[in-house]
């Protein structure tokens, strides 16, 4: 059986190096990545599945936000993800929205951020590291715990932004002691999980790497379910008109 293919963007500042930690996830899972960079044509019916990366602020005027001189913006890639992002949940495609991607997730549905999480929440803990330092509690009942369990995960943390508002359909899936969204998801319908941390440096932790596998099966169901109505729709087509298909 062949792997379903996912879409995966990134940074273009630090792509070649996130771009392979995702691939080889995506590989252990059982999918097929495909690198989709700023400036490339990117068409969301040529894959499965979709995930956005890490990397780079998302820029306030999506979302109604202040506009910050520090900010490290990227325009022409906020364009590209919130359209596929936008895409992938109008054809029912599953995707995975990793740190920034989580966050785009979210305003790609409606929702707003908080610019600066330490001013938001002032007792969160500075803990800015690839390592799995920081304590997120999965919320109870959620398609999180059913794919990673339950119990306290350990994660790393890298971002200053955080989900505000939530975005159309979405719940919260996991967050700090301190308040701090760490992951939103879809409750019903197709596959949409973003995580603010970086499961793709966790190659090695068993819940992680589920992740990376409940989305490829998502994208191998949503293949699997698409290609049955495109035989359908073929067979319809060559059976003259009163007879049953």
Not at 34 to 59: K, M, Q, T
Not at 223 to 243: C, H, I, M, Y
């Amino acid at each position: 059986m062949t792997r379903p293919v996912i879409g995966v963007t990134t940074s273009a500042r630090s792509g070649w190096r996130i771009f392979p930690l995702i691939a080889l996830n995506v590989r252990l899972a059982g999918g097929r990545p495909i690198w989709w960079r700023v400036g490339a044509p990117a068409d969301i019916h040529e894959v499965d599945g979709l995930i956005v990366g890490g990397g780079d602020d998302i820029s306030a005027d999506l979302y109604g936000g202040k506009l910050m001189a520090e900010a490290r913006i990227d325009p022409e890639r906020d364009a590209l993800e919130y359209r596929l992002l936008v895409e992938a949940d109008a054809t029912g495609r599953p995707a995975l929205g990793i740190c920034r991607g989580s966050q785009m997730m979210n305003i790609a549905l409606g929702g707003t951020l908080h610019q600066d999480i330490y001013e938001t929440y002032k007792d969160a803990k500075r803990i800015w590291t690839v390592l799995p330092k920081k304590r997120v509690e999965v919320q109870d009942g959620t398609r999180l715990s059913e794919i990673a369990g339950a119990d306290p995960m350990k994660v790393n943390a890298l971002h200053t932004q955080s989900v505000d508002r939530l975005g159309r359909g979405l719940r919260v899936a996991a967050c700090e002691a301190s308040g701090i969204v760490q992951a939103v998801e879809r409750a019903e319908g197709s596959f949409f999980l973003g995580c603010q941390w970086h499961p793709e440096h966790l190659w090695y932790a068993r819940r992680q790497r589920a992740i990376f596998r409940a989305l490829v099966e998502a994208a191998r169901a949503f293949r699997d379910s698409r290609s049955q109505f495109e035989a359908v729709d073929e067979l319809a087509a060559t059976t003259p008109a009163g007879q049953p298909i």
